[in-house]
Each structure stands twice: as C-alpha cells, then as structure tokens.
C-alpha cells in the first residue's frame, strides 16, 4: 500500500467538503420546490390572462393537497393539454385561485381572482358599508 500523498489527501477532503455542503437532490425542499413550480406552471396555463402570485401559490398548494388526492395526475397532465382541460381536477385549482378559498382555508381576500375580474367597477371591500347584514333588507322605495 502506498502512502497516502499530500495532494490525494487534499482531493478527497474537497470532495467531502463540497458534497456535504450540497443539499441533496431528494431532500424535502427541492422536492416541494419543484411540485410548486408545476403548480404555478399548471395555474398559469388555466388562468394565462391573471398574473399569479407564487407566495399565494404556495399557500393555495398547501390547502389542495389536503382537500384532493389525485393532485399528482394533475400535475403530471400539466404538459399535455387535451388532457389537462379534461380533467376533473382543474375545477378545484381555478376556483381556489378565483375564491382565494381551499379546503375551507382562507388563503387570500383582496388578491382573489374574483376581484380582478371586476376591478374596473367594483372595489374589494374591506369594511361593512351599514350595519352587518344590510343587504338582506328591503331597500327604500325613493319615489
């Protein structure tokens, strides 16, 4: 066995240094990282007028992976087209981003899609006009 020469000595401790200072390629983060950039891919392709907001995104995959379980088909049709707009599970994905609503979390209030779709007649409310429950009342009659 020959000895073991400076230089060989310096090589392996520079590829241990630099493989523990990498993260793995399995580790959770990239693995989340890479179903939210699928997600955002797949929003953005059923909503392409909308500019969508990742923080949001992030916040809206989070809930749907709890309300639907077959979210994986789902992004797994994000490449093929004909089948993404048969999909059942598209419904979900656009109602959550217009409601900024996802298994009965409020995720967004003022950043909904609901409100960009009026926002050239109707502002995002943030207070009661009147007195909660207003609306139900029967309006004045101006004669």
């Not at 392409?48 to 994986?72: S, T």
């Not at 797994?76 to 959550?96: C, H, M, N, W, Y």
Request: with cysteine; proline share 7%; charged share 20%.
């Amino acid at each position: 066995m020959s000895p073991l020469s400076r230089r060989h000595f310096l090589k392996s401790q520079l590829l241990i240094a630099t493989t523990l200072a990498l993260p793995p390629l399995w580790s959770p983060d990239a693995l989340a990282t890479a179903r939210l950039s699928k997600f955002m891919q797949l929003s953005e392709h059923l909503l392409a007028p909308y500019e969508l907001d990742q923080r949001i995104g992030a916040r809206l995959l989070l809930a749907l992976n709890e309300q639907i379980d077959g979210i994986a088909e789902l992004f797994a049709s994000v490449s093929d087209g004909a089948r993404l707009a048969d999909s059942p599970l598209t419904g979900p994905v656009i109602a959550a981003w217009f409601r900024g609503v996802a298994g009965g979390e409020l995720v967004t209030y003022e950043k909904a899609l609901k409100y960009r779709a009026v926002v050239d007649v109707l502002p995002v409310r943030t207070y009661c006009r009147a007195k909660p429950g207003f609306w139900a009342e029967r309006p004045e009659e101006n004669i």
